[in-house]
């Protein structure tokens, strides 16, 4: 009683629907048959009997798709499955319809007038057969609609499921990427400069708590990001002093922007690699806002090329795609080498 209760108020619009549409398709048959107001008759009971001839057919249907979806290990809708769906319910609805009518027949001494003749048999299937083709089609579409929404919702879920994995198997792969580079930085600046090393130590302590603070989150705010980034430059310019050079407009820490953790480190880091910056022509490293966010930096290449295994950039651009469908975009120039990160505006549900 309970199940049944609960599929009628799962449903309640959906009936409501049948309940209007059977006192149209009533209230048309009578007009249909009347030439005038005079002759126009109508039975209160007439769309009460339509209707629940209409429940009835959509009860079983709902029924047959169930028991069959039970044995099926496919549970993706399927047109092949509904038309399966359609073909059972109508004759079970056929067969029903004729043994029910037969036990009416015998009890009230109908059977001549019902079944007597094949005219009578064909007609009253044929009224059956529409009455389920009307009803039952209606009741699949919203079935397969219903069915549609929640496999949607699912596919949805286990694809942003699926995203946040991957985005959290990049970052495990950039936070040891950072801790080990400034590690090898430590263990140069120990054999040069005790002090600096220290000095080093410190902030590099603070920049890793960071770090740790936001390594379970997607997305940070780039106010954060920037400071987090200012910082890193810090920590190489007590290795590379004066041979590198950082600027970051002013007002991008106004911005409501969202940003994956670490991704201007990572430009950042790549910028200082790949290029020999010197007291006579250093590495001007520019972050300025405007159609995304832009890191420019001049190119100064070694004379032998580095080479990177691309990881850092490979997963930077993975999680933008991942984030906002669009991955980030480099443009590389004789002498100047542009990376632009797509923006994300700041929504509440993006820093869970």
């Known amino acids: 009683m309970k199940t049944n209760t609960s599929f009628f108020r799962e449903n309640i619009a959906f009936l409501i629907f049948l309940f209007l549409f059977s006192w149209i398709v009533i209230l048309k048959n009578q007009f249909g048959v009347s030439s005038s107001w005079e002759d126009f008759i109508f039975y209160p009971d007439a769309p009460f009997w339509f ?3 209409a429940v009835f057919i959509f009860w079983w249907v709902s029924f047959i798709k169930k028991r069959i979806n039970k044995s099926s290990k496919k549970q993706t809708p399927s047109l092949k499955k509904y038309l399966l769906f359609f073909g059972i319910g ?3 609805y056929l067969v029903i319809g004729n043994v029910f009518g037969l036990i009416i027949s015998f009890i009230f001494d109908t059977y001549s007038r019902n079944f007597g003749t094949l005219y009578h048999l064909v007609y009253k299937n ?5 009455d389920f083709i009307i009803f039952g089609g209606f009741s699949l579409a919203y079935l397969y609609y219903k069915e549609n929404v929640v496999y949607q919702k699912q596919a949805t879920a286990y ?7 991957e985005i959290t198997q990049l970052k495990t792969q950039l936070n040891p990427h950072f801790l080990f580079n ?11 400069d005790t002090e600096r090393a220290s000095l080093f130590l410190n902030r590099f302590a603070e920049l890793y708590r960071y770090s740790l603070h936001s390594a379970d989150k997607q997305l940070v705010p780039l106010k954060e990001e920037l400071f987090f980034a200012e910082g890193y430059f810090k920590l190489m310019e007590e290795k590379y002093q004066g041979y590198y050079q950082l600027e970051i407009q002013e007002t ?34 520019a972050i300025t806002g405007g159609n995304g966010i832009k890191v ?3 190119k100064a290449l070694y004379s032998k090329r580095v080479k990177g295994n691309g990881v850092a950039l490979a997963n930077l651009s993975k999680q933008f795609e991942l984030l906002t469908g669009t991955s980030i975009r480099i443009d590389e120039k004789e002498d100047k080498f542009e990376v632009v990160l797509p923006l994300i505006k700041t929504n509440r549900h993006n820093l869970k």
């Open 51 to 53: 209707f629940l001839k």
């Open 90 to 92: 109508l004759l079970s």
């Open 126 to 130: 044929m009224g059956s057969t529409m």
């Open 159 to 165: 694809e942003i499921s699926k995203a946040k994995s």
């Open 182 to 192: 400034n590690l090898n930085v430590l263990d140069q600046l120990i054999e040069e």
């Open 252 to 285: 991008l820490y106004q911005e409501n922007i969202l940003v994956p953790p670490f991704c201007l480190q990572v430009l950042i880091e790549n910028a200082i690699t790949h290029n020999k910056g010197t007291l006579e022509i250093p590495v001007h490293i």
């Open 296 to 298: 420019t930096n001049n």
